[in-house]
Nanobody, 120 residues
Framework: QVQVVESGGGLVQAGGSLRLSCAAS????????MGWYRQAPGKQRELVAA???????????NYADSVKGRFTISRDNAKNTVYLQMNSLKPEDTAVYYC??????????WGQGTQVTVSS
């Protein structure tokens, strides 16, 4: 059993900042990819930012073009945790943010999601 738990969402004014956290626990095989997705009402879920090769010292990060320069993903390998620092938030960033990890056998595990609302 694997648990993925997000925290840190909330309501913020445009231009503000929020930091999301995601911790994974349980019977986890080696994590390959871990990151953040979001889904706005009426839209498909989309990648926000993720680490590939999560357990390696370097790792690769991917960002959606819409968040580059504003959002930063970071990690704590020892705690199986990723963070998403979101700065210069815009109303269009409003969505439910989900954390996902994929293990080395390509099993995917999703968190329950955390709401981020940016007011104009």
């Amino acid at each position: 059993q694997v648990q993925v738990v997000e925290s840190g969402g909330g309501l913020v004014q445009a231009g503000g900042s929020l930091r999301l956290s995601c911790a994974a626990s349980g019977n986890i095989l080696s994590i390959n990819v871990m990151g953040w997705y979001r889904q706005a009402p009426g839209k498909q879920r989309e990648l926000v930012a993720a680490y590939k090769n999560f357990i390696t010292s370097g790792g690769n990060t991917n960002y959606a073009d819409s968040v580059k320069g504003r959002f930063t993903i970071s990690r704590d390998n020892a705690k199986n945790t990723v963070y998403l620092q979101m700065n210069s938030l815009k109303p269009e960033d409003t969505a439910v943010y989900y954390c996902k990890l994929s293990d080395r056998l390509s099993h995917d595990y999703w968190g329950q999601g955390t709401q981020v609302t940016v007011s104009s």
